[in-house]
């Protein structure tokens, strides 16, 4: 399969099933629409979803820049998007005065307390969605298709007040943040510790040099077992400086003396924190999901996850590191010379991969043949009509490398009294024909595997089961 797009594409909620929308409580749902609706941004066109897409765990989809994008051309934010799933369980930006540390906060540098502080930002960036005030949102919000369900959830003079309308706003995105969608713990990992699946022997010893504390000593800062019952989220929420190098694609947008002080800039009058020692700090990240979400650091400097585990490896004794962008808080105990070797490196990005959410407990999507797809399992469903599984495989008809065709040659619908069908599995819409397709695998002949994410489009809506493939990158 050759890389088609790799370009901007606004994200939409294509990748969210219409059984999971609509399990959603209404006010959850408010907050899908709010979320994905594109005419919130002056001028239109950017959603909260065109830097959180669905496909790439909410996270930006761009890979070939380290910042997103703003509605208005040649506008960029400062800093690589953190991921949306799993911040409702980010505490309250607090200092702990036992351990001398700050913790918890939104945003990468902790500088909004809640997920209603942080959701009314990027309305009003110019970087991101550019609305001169809050008045001129709530405008369009009066506008929107579901602004009666707005009033149904606030009341019907819910828009009459500007401030309290904002905060309707705010309030609503954070209830969908903390919905089962962006928090569904459904990673191989967590069907591992549940005792369903076993790991492959890589992933039980990646596992085991992320925890001991003479190797990777990873779960340090992201805590990898459960804690009163509850499915470890890996990040403790405290600040760090890993002493990562400058980006310079950042650099060249921003110039060349740019750089990002993280929670130095969040705290400088906080009287728990002294002068300039929390320059280059930023919150620890959950890594769950972090396979689906490079490029990786706060400024997106590594593309891959095994270069991020060698950076952590060799920091300090590798000359191919470039010097730290803010060298004078760097961590110098924890990571920069771990010792681990290459084999043990790779363990460590394979058991990385467990963390995914959607993991399939049957069969997965694969490229059997450059010729032929198969999915084990396809959900089809459309607005007014109940989902069903099938089982298909297509094979492609033309010859076109760039542009080509499939024809579906197998068709066979499965039995849903099985519930261990997931809700992340290739999906087909009967109003859009498009299918969906989160993460297909492939097998080379060397023995290594590569996953993609990929889209077909129905040539012609509800007629002959003929698609092209219109979308498909790298999936790590």
Known sequence: ????????????????????????????????????????????????????????AFS???????????????????????????TAFIPAFHFNPEEGLFIGGQFLDGRESSLEAQAKKPFLNPDEMNNPDKASVIEKIRNASYVDEFKLVFGQDALDDVDKAYDYVAAALASF?????????????????????????????G????????????AACHPSRPVDGKPPLFTDFTYDNLGVPSNQ????????????????????????????ADNGKFKVSSLRNIAKTAPYMHNGVFTSLKEVVDFYNTRDTDGKWAKPEIAATMNTEELGDLGLSDQEVDDIVVFLRTLSDGYELGEHAMIEQEDAVKLPYVRVE???????????????????????????????????????Y???????????????????????????????????????????????LTYVKPWQ
């Open 60 to 86: 930006d989809p761009i890979l070939d820049l380290p910042v997103s994008r703003g509605v208005v051309e040649g506008k960029t934010g400062t800093i690589n998007t953190p991921i949306v799933m799993y």
């Open 177 to 205: 943040e903390r919905s089962a969608i962006l928090n569904p713990f459904t990673s191989k990992y967590d069907f591992y510790l549940a005792g369903v699946v076993k790991l492959s022997e890589q992933e039980e010893r």
């Open 249 to 276: 694609k950042i650099l060249k947008i921003k110039g060349a003396e740019f750089v990002d002080i993280g929670l130095g800039k969040t705290v400088k009058d906080n009287p728990n924190a002294e002068a300039g």
């Open 422 to 468: 997931p809700n992340d599995i290739p999906y087909y819409s009967l109003d859009t024909g498009i299918l969906e397709i989160p993460a297909i695998k492939k097998d080379h002949e060397n023995g290594n595997q590569s996953t993609y994410v990929a889209q077909f489009k129905q040539i012609i809506p509800n007629g002959n089961l003929v698609f092209d």
């Open 382 to 420: 459309g607005r007014d009509v109940a989902s069903k599984i099938y089982s298909v495989r297509m094979e492609r008809i033309t010859a076109d490398k760039d542009f080509p065709q499939y024809h579906v040659t197998q068709l066979e619908e499965l039995s849903l009294a099985d519930n261990s």
């Open 1 to 56: 399969m050759t890389v088609l797009i790799i370009t901007h594409v606004f994200a939409n909620e294509s990748n969210l099933s219409f059984e999971q929308i609509r399990n959603l409580p209404i006010m959850q749902s408010l907050g899908h629409k709010i979320f994905f609706d594109t005419n919130l941004s002056n001028p239109p066109g950017q959603a909260c979803s065109s830097c959180h897409d669905p496909k790439t």
């Open 207 to 218: 596992l085991q040099l992320f925890e001991a504390e003479n190797k990777g000593n990873c």
